[in-house]
């Protein structure tokens, strides 16, 4: 079992920046492909960033492509998300996930099998 803790959210103006991190339990942590997802009042969760075991980067929603930097340290068991120019919109719930699997449908939430509570960023206009 993984528990993954995420922080790092907060109240941040337009423009600005935020990194969010992800520390997990657990001996694995290095064998499994990682996301971030977001969840916006009254929408669905989407998909933001992945990466795998490695640390290649694996892709990144459109969204935030060039303003959001997913990143990796095994060492200490911790995914992070760069994010500059930070934008109304942005505004959700960001949550990580571990898949063990590494399935090559990164983007789909089923294929993860561990998930952070959370961590909320709000930006303001």
């Known amino acids: 079992q993984v528990q993954l803790v995420e922080s790092g959210g907060g109240l941040v103006q337009a423009g600005g920046s935020l990194r969010l991190s992800c520390t997990a339990s657990?001996?694995?942590?290095?064998?499994?492909?990682m996301g971030w997802f977001r969840q916006a009042p009254g929408k669905e969760r989407e998909f933001v960033a992945a990466?795998?075991?490695?640390?290649?980067?694996?892709s990144s929603a459109d969204s935030v492509k060039g303003r959001f930097t997913i990143s990796r340290d095994n060492a200490k068991n911790t995914v992070y998300l760069q994010m500059i120019s930070l934008k109304p919109e942005d505004t959700a719930i960001y949550y990580c996930?571990?898949?063990?699997?590494?399935?090559?449908?990164?983007?789909?939430?089923?294929?993860?099998?561990?998930w952070g509570r959370g961590t909320q960023v709000t930006v303001s206009s």
């Open positions: 996930a571990a898949d063990r699997s590494l399935s090559s449908d990164y983007r789909v939430e089923s294929n993860y099998d561990y």
């Open positions: 657990g001996r694995s942590f290095s064998s499994y492909n």
């Open positions: 990466i795998t075991w490695r640390g290649s980067i694996l």
